[in-house]
């Protein structure tokens, strides 16, 4: 669970300063037969609301079920997906509630973000997917006849560091994308860079984050992206509570106007 | 939980092939007073998608509220039904998801299948129904002021072997129905007969299942039903993994059109 | 949990008798950081039905989330709300479900019953609330900018008696109100009284119970509403059958209508 304020400087935003607070919990079915297969179900239980807004009640995600063994997972309902799974597409986050997710090169702002994605309350795109793993090395496809994606990615990781990359072939074209990251760390420090491909519109992003006294982190990114105005940034902390973060950040988006945020969260 | 693959012949069928999954969880409320009455009370957490439709997040039914003693349980709100839980009405099921109930001798192509159920995600049907076992002897009744529909089934078991009859009452006079049941088993093998009366449209059905080999079984039905084109039948297999079952089936419908499924159902 | 049946005597009543029931349970998740702050996220899962209406399936709540340490909560979204949780406001409730709260002074014919609660299977008003209490002394301030309300209420405990007043500013003139309560017990005896000023309609109510035997209690209030054309009254009893409690009451409403209910209440 989070809660905060955030705030947002663009004229036309419905809040510029708004109460933000989201719940999740997993419900997860496991069990597993004598052969060792695993077999699995989740529902997500997740609600919030933000600002002034209609607010709305939690909801209970469609299931996503499968099977594990040897390392393969096959799951088929409301996947995760391949893209939204790429180890790294999400680093250089800042702030409690990622501030719109500029960081990910595969949102742009032509092209919007997307992808297959387990849906935290609602329907997911009843897909199938299969992911692999085996010391190093990560594989995952996946596939939703719903909304016509096909999406891969592959991972390696070696000590500290770790690359990627993914690609998604959409039936609808604008949707095409590939993305490349790669990050690690060093000490107090931690590095990444990410591009992406999205139907020819390229964004690039670097990040970086270091390790201040005891329990705080800083992270930092900057992103271009093609079809953007302005460059985008962001900054944030985390500060470990012992038990629970407090996260901040602010952000400046394509149009150049900030959004900031600051809360709690915490698991259960 | 469940998830597989279904099959259908039907030229109109949204799907020919289907992507299928179901989540359920019983959420269960149980006190016991000092006198020894026990008061329930569930709510059902269900979700799942198939094909390639819009898909739906999971719902909380409405609840089942009530109390059982010695034998004796009533209920009210979202109400199983008499009807619904008439021993034996759906022997003879085949396949992962049931295949469309073909079995079920109180549904036909003319006059639907309509009577009061526990509604898995849904409001249900508000009623009230009280239940009595005794020994080798069941009864149970049931009314929805809602639905406008009294039903009632009774039911003996002796040794393999139970009997059962149901009747309902509507305010909707083609749902009028009643019901006999008969099966039992005898070593390896088991086998069932079931009449149905639908407001004078009858159906039969006859079924059988065998054991073949460690785990398996294999399931068959054939059903006559007075108000379709074609005779029903279907046959089906399970397979124990040990902790979870591999099941599959097909059927022949009304219009002589097949479904087909097969996957994996489990517990937890 | 809950269930039972309710009467109304009014001609345009949608059910003079009516199934009643229903089923909740919170969702608490809870963390404590290592230097004793609190933190902790609830969702409530809420469903039920009354008459023959439609029936709807449960739902789950949007969350309140929040800190507490040293006697101070803080909690944003789904609050609970300053004039909702006034000690005493609800003080002379009589039967299974209240049956219209008539003993509340902040309900009035003309004003309605207006203010910021936990909505227990919807979105609530996703504000902003202090509470605080130290000995004796309790207070609650809570904020909503969705419903622009803001309310308050303070609250003082000598040994069996408790005085609470409680104040609210809302956007919208006719919410605006306050209350007053005091409510105390000797011995077997519990008595009451709260004054509301709602825009100008002032209610007036007192209360009394007696416990007359072993685990039942009889509880009754009447109330005078400015607006209302009858006298409000009610009269309930409850009675332990241990784990459970029978609970029944009857009330005459505001145009001499009566509303009555008999049922069991329960947890788990």
């Given at each position: 669970a989070r809660f905060g304020?955030?705030?947002?400087?663009?004229?036309?935003?419905a809040d510029e300063l708004a109460i933000h607070n989201r719940f999740t919990l997993n419900i997860d079915g496991v069990t597993?037969?004598?052969s060792g297969i695993e077999f699995f179900a989740r529902v997500r239980v997740r609600g919030g609301n933000?600002?002034?807004?209609?607010?709305?009640?939690s909801g209970v995600s469609a299931p996503r079920v499968g099977m594990s063994i040897n390392g393969v997972t096959v799951a088929v309902g409301n996947i995760t997906g391949a893209l939204e799974e790429t180890p790294g597409l999400y680093d250089g986050a800042v702030g409690l509630t990622g501030l719109g997710d500029l960081n990910v090169v595969a949102i742009t702002d032509q092209n919007g973000g997307n992808w297959d994605s387990f849906?935290?309350?609602?329907g997911g795109?009843?897909?199938?997917?299969?992911?692999?793993?085996?010391?190093?090395?990560?594989a995952h496809l996946s596939y939703s006849p719903v909304t016509d994606r096909t999406a891969v990615n592959a991972s390696y990781n070696f000590g500290d560091w770790t690359v990627a990359a993914a690609y998604q072939d959409a039936g609808l074209n604008t949707d095409d994308k590939w993305v490349l990251t790669a990050g690690g760390s060093f000490g107090n420090f931690g590095v990444g860079a990410s591009y992406g491909d999205n139907d020819g519109v390229a964004k690039f992003r670097v990040n970086g984050s270091a390790a201040v006294g005891s329990g705080t982190r800083v992270t930092a990114f900057v992103a271009d992206d093609e079809s953007?105005?302005?460059?985008?940034?962001g900054l944030g902390f985390t500060h470990s509570l012992g038990g629970a973060v407090l996260a901040g950040g602010v952000v400046g988006d394509q149009?150049?106007?900030?959004?900031?945020?600051?809360?709690?969260?915490f698991s259960f």
């Open positions: 304020v955030m705030y947002d400087s663009t004229p036309t935003a597993e037969t004598d933000t600002g002034t807004g209609t607010t709305s009640a849906s935290s309350a609602g795109v009843n897909g199938a997917e299969v992911l692999f793993s085996t010391g190093a090395f990560g953007a105005t302005d460059t985008l940034w149009d150049g106007e900030n959004q900031a945020d600051l809360g709690v969260r």
